[in-house]
Nanobody, 126 residues
Framework: QVQLVESGGGSVQAGGSLRLSCASS??????????MAWFRQAPGKEREGVAT????????FVADSVKGRFTISRDNAENALYLQMNNLKPEDTAMYYC?????????????????WGQGTQVTVSS
């Protein structure tokens, strides 16, 4: 059974940085064939896409709200996904989720993704 485990969340002040990681295991053979994504959900709001990355490392989607501040990347040799978050703002406060789907269509819609992690909390104070 595929498992995704996020780590790296925490509490920071505005302007700070965090690096989220997502480790994949448990039957996720051919990790290189999976589209990977980061989503986030703030209290009382819908889950939204943050960024996606194709199996070949290309990045087809980055949310306007994080462009220039967040960078998604993957390491196919380590079955790992990352999200470097710089210049964090209070509005970035949310639970951040790693998600995966088989194939090379890396949309930002929640229903596209088959596998989800449990999330890691990011809290940014002003």
């Amino acid at each position: 059974q595929v498992q995704l485990v996020e780590s790296g969340g925490g509490s920071v002040q505005a302007g700070g940085s965090l690096r989220l990681s997502c480790a994949s295991s448990g039957g996720m053979y051919a990790y290189v064939s999976y589209c990977m994504a980061w989503f986030r959900q703030a209290p009382g709001k819908e889950r939204e896409g943050v960024a996606t990355v194709l199996p070949n490392g290309k990045i087809p989607f980055v949310a306007d709200s994080v462009k220039g501040r967040f960078t998604i990347s993957r390491d196919n040799a380590e079955n790992a996904l990352y999200l470097q978050m710089n210049n964090l703002k209070p509005e970035d406060t949310a639970m951040y989720y790693c998600a995966a789907r088989r194939g090379a269509i890396c949309g930002s819609s929640v229903p596209l993704y088959t596998y989800w992690g449990q999330g890691t909390q990011v809290t940014v104070s002003s």
